[in-house]
């Protein structure tokens, strides 16, 4: 009965130390540096950079918007060729949203006044969705739009764009996607008019979105949306929260192997902020940087 109690006591002693680190470490931000082998890439952007960022989450109660403005400094540090935004940038902005993308919007400015070109797509929350059955906020999602296309950011919408070096006239294509849950998603006319086996680089808010690409369509993929699960068992990112509350297979962080068409690669940021609850426990906010590679 003694060797009981005992146990008990160190289980909710070791049970409050994880709360209070759960509390910290979305203060904290790593860094991810990964190569990403894209071909056919032109000579120009080999070796080049490319960004990600993810999942602000503004709005959220006891958020870290503190983490989001540090993720900005780091590209700026980086000077990346591009930095893509995958969506999230707020959280529960309603009834009136103004705050929240006023703050969103402050966040990601100093990117564009660095000198840097940056693109987004929307996520579900930006439409207002918390869950696939709630109905999408197209108001809102056209307000955050329009402050970040005032502020610079570009914001696609299932289309691609090319995007360019100081320079230089080569591009790299970036087709971008709308979001999944919202029902705006539509992968082929965000591919229509790139030529073919021209180097591409994909942008979208939620992971399962990927299935739709064609093969060889989307050399390096991103998405966000998982938040990589949030809650996970030290050094196992696909043992997460996810895990266990979603019936399908969930790649919630970093490259999704053996997923997709062939030719096709795609890469899960577990962002920045949170939902539902202000924890992360040894799943730290991040920024990713991507050193392009041709084949």
């Known amino acids: 009965m003694k060797n009981l109690k005992w146990f008990l006591l160190g289980g909710l002693g070791l049970l409050g130390l994880l709360l209070v680190w759960g509390l910290i470490e979305p203060r904290l931000l790593f860094v991810e540096e990964e190569v990403a082998i894209i071909p056919d890439l032109p000579e120009a952007w080999n070796g080049q950079k490319i960004g990600q960022l993810s999942d602000f989450q503004i709005g959220m109660w006891a958020g870290n918007p503190g983490t989001a403005h540090r993720s900005v400094q780091e590209m700026i540090d980086a000077q990346p060729a591009a930095v893509l935004i995958s969506g999230d940038f707020i959280y529960h902005a309603d009834p009136n949203p103004a705050t929240e993308i006023e703050e969103a919007v402050s966040i990601v400015r100093p990117l564009v006044e660095a000198g840097i070109p940056t693109y987004a797509v929307l996520g579900n929350h930006d439409y ?11 108001k809102l999602a056209g307000s955050l739009e329009t402050e970040l296309e005032a502020a610079g950011i570009v914001v696609l919408e299932n289309e691609s764009i090319e995007m360019r070096l100081p320079n230089s006239n080569e591009t790299v294509y970036l087709a971008a996607v709308d979001s999944l849950w919202a029902n705006q998603d539509d992968v082929n006319t965000a591919l229509k008019g790139i030529p073919a086996n021209r180097p591409t680089v994909a942008l979208m808010h939620n992971p399962d979105t990927f299935e739709l690409f064609p093969a060889n369509a989307a050399p390096l993929a991103v998405a966000g949306h998982t938040h990589g699960g949030q809650m996970r068992l030290p050094g196992s990112p696909q043992w997460s929260w996810l895990k266990f509350t979603q019936g399908d297979k969930v ?9 997709g068409k062939p030719g096709n690669n795609l890469y899960v940021n577990v962002g920045i902020g949170m939902s539902i609850v ?18």
């Open 128 to 138: 207002g969705m918390s869950s696939k059955k709630a109905k999408p906020g197209e």
């Open 251 to 259: 790649f919630a962080d970093g490259w999704a192997k053996g997923y």
């Open 278 to 295: 202000p924890l992360r426990i040894f799943c730290p906010p991040e920024a990713t940087i991507f050193t392009l590679q041709s084949s």
